[in-house]
């Protein structure tokens, strides 16, 4: 059973700061990471994908990839009261690709005015 | 507008009662999903498509049956409706492309009872 792991949470940070979100995989094999923002009732929505080992920037948001250590990382700068909600992390399969993800059960997130 | 919706929103059922949730999409995606969010479990993939008339399995497809006469739509059927199948469910839909990634509908909040 593939699986990707994230600490639950929830996480408070300040605003302004620095939100880092973690997630391990056990799928040696996955090319491709993703990770989704779902605010509450809402549907997962994709923020950031990753590749490639090393970080990937967009806006305020970092991806962080180590294949070698199966970790992915979500860093948020400048956290905003609107960055509040869960964060699932999702791990293409070495088989099939993007066609099947694993998603962790996610971590919520919580900035604090 | 284009995108992925998904019907009812809301549904509360009583065991025993079969009952359907619709996704339809308006992108013409190959792929299509069915997920199920719990707490605790986060998404699990219930049944995908491939295309029409092409439908597979995934991590939890007990209780569950698909059909997908037509490219946009994805029906997931619930032949008798368990307390268990008590959920959050999601449509999602995957666009042709290796960078890209599934995109999720609003989602369909059922109660069992």
């Known amino acids: 059973q593939k699986e990707v792991e994230q600490n639950s949470g929830p996480l408070s940070v300040p605003e302004g700061a620095i939100a880092s979100l973690n997630c391990t995989y056990s799928?040696?094999?996955?090319?491709?990471f993703f990770w989704y923002r779902q605010y509450s009732g809402k549907s997962p929505e994709l923020i950031m994908f990753?590749?490639?080992?090393g970080d990937k920037e967009d806006g305020r948001f970092t991806a962080q990839l180590n294949k070698a250590s199966q970790y992915v990382s979500l860093l948020i700068r400048d956290s905003q009261p609107s960055d509040s909600a869960t964060y699932l992390c999702?791990?293409?399969?070495?088989?099939?690709?993007?066609?099947?993800?694993?998603f962790g059960t996610g971590t919520r997130l919580t900035i604090i005015p | 507008d284009a995108g992925i919706t998904q019907s009812p929103r809301y549904k509360i059922t009583e065991t025993g009662r079969q009952v359907t949730l619709m996704c339809h999409q308006t992108?013409?995606?190959?792929?299509m999903f069915w997920y199920r969010q719990d707490l605790g479990h986060g998404l699990r993939l219930i049944y995908y498509?491939?295309?029409?008339?092409?439908?597979d399995k995934g991590e939890v497809p007990d209780g569950y049956v698909v059909s997908r006469s037509k490219t946009e739509n994805f029906p997931l059927t619930l032949e008798s409706a368990t307390r268990s199948q008590t959920s959050v469910y999601f449509c999602?839909?995957?666009?042709?492309?290796?960078?890209?990634?599934?995109?999720f509908g609003p989602g369909t909040r059922l109660l069992v009872l």
């Open positions: 999702a791990a293409a399969s070495s088989n099939f690709g993007n066609e099947k993800l694993t």
């Open positions: 799928d040696r094999g996955s090319q491709s």
């Open positions: 990753i590749y490639s080992n």
């Open positions: 992108w013409s995606h190959s792929y």
């Open positions: 498509s491939a295309a029409a008339d092409i439908t």
């Open positions: 999602a839909s995957l666009p042709p492309g290796y960078q890209e990634t599934q995109y």
